[in-house]
């Protein structure tokens, strides 16, 4: 059987505390809801004495979610825990989680006190919150740089005064893997009643070392690991629960389970980065955009061959569908064959190795390249199944005259006509599709660029347009630049719209 790690996610407390990311009650009960369905074990729902609205959290979020233990973070005061007792009286299962300083820097700068005096406050709180709850849990601060023969003594006290989970926290990111777990090590052989309770992990990532840190203390004997989704907390952020729980999923000759349902990591994922207003890193592990992403051609080909040379995880084991192949100059003709396979077009070895140039030529001058820069080297459209479509198009433009435009739209199955001037041909032409279409979007980028050379080319619009917080990528090609910059506008809004 294997050994249980139980998942404490301070996604709502130290994650919240990124500038910028703060939740309202509402946002952080669809967090928190989408947590429970996670699996997490325990939800940090905030820290209640510091402001009426982490109060009201913790006390709904207790009310909105059944499984997860829910915790509420104080300091070793006891007018913290007294709320903290009062925000969890609707808890099914409540945690007090307080504690204080025990490096020599938080001892003698922090609090101008001693080593024997931190001690009595620490057991005296937890005594009292222990009177409160049903479970309690200490936090060492400062651990990480805590003496640990001083750091062993903190942990017997207060696991004799009623604590049974004690946080060992690299508050500062500071300590290296072998350091943090020789520490837990030293904890679980040197403190006599470390049976009667379990190590928990809180790391940090100032120098990037959080989730190291944590296996390390994972495999020297902590088995709880307190977490955030993508990573975020306070300064460079904490650890990662998904890295955490796919490090376990995949080296299962640990024979440790986190009980997480990884299928729900991307979507939980995204739910946390659009509420907190907060992206995802492109090449962040396991829920950014490229982790499943191959661009590179060796790697593309052996991919394609079979994915376990280039994957150590499968996509739809955390959520996604699939992995993706993205064209770049650096692809070769295994991948742009597999494309063209998907797009259901068959090229004979001659016509493959005639559109692998043009490519190539392509691919230097363009970052990336997408099915419509596909279609247009094989000289192939697609008809886009758009809800709008451009009927008619008339601009007006020169040297002293105000551009104008009127564009006539099928919409919704009726035919509408409006006319706008703008500071050029283009936006005058938008703003008159803007004007039938009566929705706010905004251009985010805007991008033309031209197949060959020549004053009779093909020109390509790429566009993303931001609608309602999201953006939509749209694509026009055209002779005329006008046209194919009101297709690709188009093309953007019709699949927002959708």
Do not use: W
Not at 2 to 17: S, W
Not at 442 to 451: C, P, Y
Request: aromatic share 6%; with cysteine; charged share 25%.
């Amino acid at each position: 059987m294997k050994d249980k790690v139980y998942i404490f996610d301070t996604t709502l407390r130290d994650g919240e505390q990124v500038p910028g990311c703060q939740l309202n009650t509402v946002e952080k009960i669809e967090v928190a809801r989408a947590l429970e369905a996670l699996g997490v074990d325990v939800i940090e729902a905030g820290f209640p004495v510091s402001s009426p609205g982490d109060f009201n959290s913790v006390i709904e979020i207790s009310k909105a979610v059944s499984n997860p233990t829910i915790c509420a973070l104080t300091r070793a005061v006891e007018k913290d825990i007294e709320v903290a007792a009062e925000a969890l009286k609707f808890a099914k299962k409540g945690r007090i989680h307080t504690g204080i300083g025990t490096s020599e820097f938080h001892i003698k700068y922090k609090f101008n006190s001693t080593p024997e005096e931190i001690i009595e406050r620490a057991v005296k709180a937890v005594k009292f919150a222990r009177n409160l709850v049903g479970e309690v849990e200490f936090y060492a601060e400062d651990a990480g740089r805590t003496d640990n023969k001083y750091l062993a003594k903190v942990v017997e006290a207060v696991i004799a005064a009623g604590a049974s989970v004690i946080n060992i926290p690299d508050t500062t990111g500071y300590t290296l893997p072998h350091e943090y777990g020789a520490k837990i090590k030293y904890l679980m052989e040197h403190v006599s009643n470390i049976d009667k309770a379990i190590l928990s992990t809180h790391c940090h990532n100032d120098l990037g070392m959080a989730t190291a840190n944590t296996m390390s203390g994972i495999i020297n004997g902590a088995r709880q690991v307190e977490v955030t989704i993508n990573g975020i907390g306070e300064r460079a952020g904490n650890t990662s629960l998904e890295e955490i729980a796919m490090i376990l999923k995949c080296h299962k000759k640990l024979g440790l389970d986190t009980g997480i349902n990884t299928k729900k990591i991307v979507p939980t994922s995204r739910l946390v980065s659009t509420l907190m207003r907060m992206p995802v890193q492109a090449n962040k592990a396991i829920v950014g955009r490229n982790a499943f992403a191959h661009s590179s051609g060796i790697h593309q080909d052996g991919f394609l061959k079979k994915r376990e040379t280039y994957e150590i995880m499968n996509p739809k084991d955390v959520g996604i569908s699939e992995s993706s192949i993205v064209l770049t100059a650096r692809s070769g003709r295994a991948a742009l064959k597999h494309r063209f396979d998907q797009l259901d077009i068959k090229l004979s070895k001659t016509e493959l190795d005639e559109t692998y140039e043009k490519f190539l030529d392509l691919a230097d001058k363009k970052k990336e390249i997408n099915d419509d820069d596909l279609m247009l080297l094989v000289n192939r459209e697609r008809v886009a199944d758009r809800s709008i479509k451009l009927i008619s198009l008339q601009v007006l433009c020169g040297k002293n005259v105000q551009p104008a435009a009127t564009v006539t739209l099928n919409y919704n199955g009726e035919e509408y006509t409006e006319a706008a001037l703008g500071n050029g041909p283009i936006d005058a032409s938008l703003n008159a599709v803007r004007s039938i279409i009566k929705q706010k979007f905004r251009l985010e980028d805007f991008v033309i660029q031209a197949i060959t050379r020549g004053s009779n080319d093909i020109g390509k619009v790429h566009m993303s347009v931001e609608y309602k917080g999201s953006l939509f990528y749209g694509f026009g090609a055209h002779t005329d630049i006008v046209q194919a910059s009101v297709d690709a506008f188009l093309d953007a809004v019709s699949k927002a719209l959708k």
